[in-house]
């Protein structure tokens, strides 16, 4: 996916992604994730797509809930307009030196739509120019384990079959420079895996040196 480098240079935050299957345990790394930086004095904050709190955002939880049924493209095009409406709220928090942790961006919307279908280079389209993050971590686990996990199922796409071509597709967008976590271990180990690349990349950032590119 094509996405915009940001600030060139002078300090400023750094934009983390976390991707991976539903229940993969994102949510919950990306609230340790926060706090280990805030200790370690790297002011930070969590974004999360969908952000389910705007206009957008309450239909996209209405389609997700199986409350509203809405055409493929057209909710591709949501999740995407989701995304384009945080963006200069994250740019201005990136230049301030905050930085974010964001759980599910752009990977997620080409990964899930692709899942159903839908053509690749279509499903990139709409996110061209959003900001590019300077870490994606995988959080990686299998279909199988993922669904065994608490609380599965509840909403539209939390099905095993489903899942399975969301991690076909998520292999196709992966690129070398995502950090692929294991995240079948404990929640501890997770974090471990995890923690030390966040920090380096919040220091390289905050040292006025781009990653992306
Ligand atoms: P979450 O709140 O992270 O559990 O995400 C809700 C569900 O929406 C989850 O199944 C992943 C899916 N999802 C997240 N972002 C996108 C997106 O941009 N496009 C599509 N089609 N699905 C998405
Ligand atoms: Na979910
Ligand atoms: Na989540």
């Known amino acids: 996916i094509h996405m915009e480098d940001k600030c060139r240079n002078g300090s400023r935050g750094a934009l983390v992604v976390l991707e991976g299957l539903d229940r993969c345990g994102k949510t919950s790394q990306s609230t340790r994730l926060i706090k280990k930086l805030d200790e370690l004095g790297y002011p930070a904050e969590l974004f999360r797509f969908p952000d389910r709190n705007t206009v957008i955002g309450m239909m996209i939880s209405s389609y997700l809930n199986s409350n509203s049924q809405l055409d493929d493209h057209t909710v591709h095009l949501l999740f995407s307009a989701n995304r384009w409406e945080k963006r200069s709220l994250m740019e201005s928090k990136l230049q301030s030196g905050i930085t974010l942790i964001v759980d599910r961006y752009a990977y997620s919307g080409v990964a899930f739509s692709a899942a159903k279908g839908l053509d690749i280079e279509w499903c990139k389209a709409p996110d061209m120019g959003l900001l590019a993050p300077d870490l994606v971590l995988y959080l990686d686990i299998s279909p199988e384990k993922a669904s065994e996990r608490g609380g599965y199922g509840g909403e539209r796409y939390e099905q095993l079959e489903f899942q399975k071509k969301v991690a ?13 976590i294991d995240a079948s271990l404990s929640v501890e180990d997770v974090e471990e895996q995890m923690s030390g ?12 040196i781009s990653l992306s590119q």
């Open 168 to 180: 076909q597709a998520y292999q196709v967008l992966r690129d070398a420079s995502w950090k692929i």
């Open 197 to 208: 690349s966040v920090l380096d990349c919040a220091k390289t950032c905050r040292n006025g």
